[in-house]
DNA sequence: GTGAAGATGAAGGCTGAA
DNA sequence: TTCAGCCTTCATCTTCAC
């Protein structure tokens, strides 16, 4: 994450041997803006170790001050004060006042709960309020008390309901620029996304399924600060139903497969082996399957993906389908000595492109003339090319990325569409310390988005052995993404300050 | 030695009934 | 409101073929 060697024992002394990597790094940060603001050492341990001095300050406050739901078993992290709060502290001491968030009284949360859901917009609009519409804290039992028969992640909207929320609430501390969009799993260990959401300003994520945007199931949460009036989807709009997008699977597909929409796309595929099994299963019936035979065949058709192509045949996608599935250009990931696998892989980790167009079509009419993009964890480039489609230009893109393959891809993508503006390639956020990132805004002019899905290796629950969460070796990399963001944000905000006075 | 294929559950959310 | 059963999931590790 970058910070001092020394400032990390200090953190581990202070928490404890028990601290979670979010403890320690919140600690650390306080002690950062402690020392910046010419606070002594001492008193930094002390505030910013300690919840009982942080309570003492703000005693007069409802335990449940932060909750958006009622208190519920499900929800019981809206109970617990974020590390957010603790280092808007000290930005509070070093500048001299408070600054809170507004949050929702008793009365107003009753209100949401009551209220049906994607009903009408007018019955459940906030004025600034948090809004979980379509998240997975919106627990089943919660659902259906507002009238949802069906749970949805829809998002602030979606392309044929745009209008599920008209407006939210930006923190002042998370106003751009730059605009900045983050990416992961929606489905994650337990307290993921109140941390993600805790680090990125306290700004309300935004959990959408691309199935309302292509064929496939995506369930993600998005955090960003980018305005959620007008959107526009990219066109034309893709395919929504397994047989309009994969037309080839229509005359071998039995009645009893009633599959619509294909699950996750993954980053690893069934065997042959597999779906020889498959074959060999249905063959021995001899005509219509047994209800055990259609049961065994449908479970692993849905946990692989596998479509009809053939007569008793299923098959896994192949790279070359999934591509346009998740809104890329047919063979984007093709050539560059990519093999299958890595195909695979690559996409089975990128964003849906579609979706991610949605959300970042408002930027279009606010850079006419272009963007200069800072994109970590670049991938296959899944927002470049949403930017790409939707008719933004690139002034410049500064892409970190640290798999060699991924950054080929991308890289041959960028000379195939004649793009324009500068590219610049970085291997590893670790590279980025402040002194670069200070290099880097003063030789851009600044960045209009910081973009970026961190890895979810250990968010995953396909992850089997190492799901351990943000303290995950790959999952900790959401650290370097805020740290780079909010370096990135102090810096722009000191040259436009500079640049004010002058 | 390298890369591809195959085998490996559990966590968290959803559903419906009591 | 609770709970049991069901469904879904941006993966990792070992084995095997070359």
């Not at 919840?51 to 909750?67: A, G, Q, V």
Request: aromatic share 10%.
């Amino acid at each position: 994450m970058g910070f001092p060697e020394d400032d990390v024992i200090s953190a581990m002394d202070r928490c404890g041997p028990n601290a979670s990597i979010p403890e320690l790094a919140d600690s650390i940060y306080a002690a950062q803006t402690a020392k910046a603001a010419g606070i002594e050492d001492s008193e930094a341990l002390r505030l910013s170790s300690s919840e009982s001095s942080y309570d003492d300050e703000f005693e007069t406050e409802p335990s449940d001050y932060y909750s958006i739901l009622p208190p519920s078993p499900e929800n019981q992290n809206w109970g617990k004060r974020p590390f957010h709060e603790k280092k808007r502290k000290w930005d509070e001491l070093s500048h001299g006042k408070k600054k809170r968030t507004k949050q929702p009284n008793s009365i107003e949360r009753k209100k949401w709960v009551e209220k049906p859901i994607g009903t009408h917009k007018k019955e459940w609009e906030w004025t600034g309020e948090p809004n979980w519409i379509g998240s997975n804290w919106n627990n089943a039992s919660v659902l259906r008390r507002a009238g949802v028969t069906e749970p949805k992640m829809l998002g602030f909207g979606i392309p044929s309901m745009p209008d599920i929320v008209t407006s939210r609430f930006i923190p002042e501390t998370a106003m751009g620029p730059p605009y900045f969009y983050f990416e992961n799993v929606a489905i994650s260990k337990k307290g993921t996304w109140e941390t993600f959401s805790r680090f990125l300003y306290d700004i309300e994520p935004e959990f959408v399924d691309s199935k309302y945007f292509s064929v496939a199931r995506r369930k993600r949460g998005y955090i960003h600060n980018l305005p959620i009036e007008k959107r526009s989807p990219l066109l034309p709009i893709p395919p929504l139903t397994i047989q309009e997008a994969l037309p080839f699977t229509k005359e071998w597909w039995p009645s009893w497969d009633t599959r619509t929409k294909l699950n996750c796309i993954l980053g690893c595929t069934g065997s042959a082996q597999l779906t020889e099994r498959i074959r060999k299963a249905l063959v021995s019936c001899n005509g219509e399957p047994s209800f055990e035979t259609q049961k065994y065949v449908m479970e692993q058709c849905k946990k692989w993906n596998l479509v009809w192509v053939g007569l008793n045949k299923v098959a896994p996608l192949e790279p070359d389908e999934i591509e346009p599935i998740l809104g890329f250009p047919k063979y984007h990931t093709r050539g560059g000595g990519s093999s299958r696998t890595e195909r695979l892989r690559a996409l089975g980790n990128s964003f849906q492109v579609d979706t991610v167009a949605y959300h970042l079509s408002v930027l279009k009419p606010l850079f006419p003339s272009g963007l200069t993009v800072f994109s970590l964890f670049t991938g296959i480039g899944g927002a470049e090319v949403a930017l790409y489609r939707l008719g933004i230009p690139f002034k410049a893109v500064v892409s970190v990325e640290i798999s060699e393959v991924s950054r080929t891809i991308f890289r041959n993508w960028w000379a195939q569409t004649n793009q324009k503006g500068v590219l610049l390639e970085i291997e590893d956020v670790k590279q980025l310390t402040n002194d670069k990132l200070q290099h880097l805004v003063s030789s851009f002019g600044g960045f209009d988005l910081v973009i970026g899905g961190s890895p979810c290796n250990n968010l995953s629950g396909c992850n089997r052995v190492t799901r351990d969460g943000l303290e995950g070796k790959h999952s900790s990399l959401f650290f370097d993404y805020f740290r780079i963001l909010d370096v990135i944000k102090c810096i722009m905000a000191k040259r436009s300050k500079y640049s004010s006075h002058n």
